[in-house]
């Protein structure tokens, strides 16, 4: 006999249904030492204006965040800024120390430039102080070859398209290589004689520093 979907069971047909076994249920308490654990605040997000984002997590919102270009000893222990100081005095004397022989073979060499006239009393009195300037004439010719080399009267800069090649970036390389040439030789007055008086000590000492930067005030 069919039956009806959700017709309660008789009597009967209870009795004759199968048994269900018992399932046994173990209660297990677990017991946490401690206070119990805070759920962390939720995370911020905060978008910067150059693209990166800052997180904030939890307490951290009233932390401060470091500015770009900011001078970070203004913030720091006075501790670890002396710690600093004191390390790098200390790395500064001993650099000086090892260029000692240096510094005294660039200062005395100043005399045999003929720059300087010493009154001698060896092997006579009224001998001659004086000294030829070959040094440094062997310092301005190399200067002269340098300058005429390194500085032609249409400008130092000279630009190469790396890569493919076609009119527009030719065209292109050569408005940069133009403007940058304006730039030196017209705008930069400077350029010049500086670049002039860094290859005479190149020629006396053998070496030289050239810093290139933005300066703020000139625009430039």
Known sequence: ??????????????ALLPEEPEIEV?????????????????????????????????????EYVSKHEENLAERMDETDLASIAEEI????????????SWEKTYSEGFKLLGFQYEEKTQPFRGASGAHVPLVNEAILQFTSQAMRELMPSGGPVRTQVIGKSNR????????????????ITTVMKEYTPDFDQMLWYVGYGGSAFKKVYFDRNKKR
């Open 26 to 62: 173990e209660e297990t308490i677990v017991e946490m030492e401690g206070e119990p654990e805070e759920v962390e605040e939720a995370v911020e997000v905060i978008l910067d204006e150059d693209g990166g984002a800052t997180v904030l997590l939890g307490d951290e919102e009233d």
């Open 1 to 14: 006999m069919a039956k009806k979907p959700n017709q309660p069971y008789t009597n009967i047909e209870k």
């Open 168 to 183: 527009n970036r030719e065209m292109q390389a050569q408005r940069v290589q133009e403007f940058m040439n304006y730039q």
């Open 89 to 100: 005095l200390m790395l500064y004397d001993m650099d000086r120390a090892s260029r000692e």
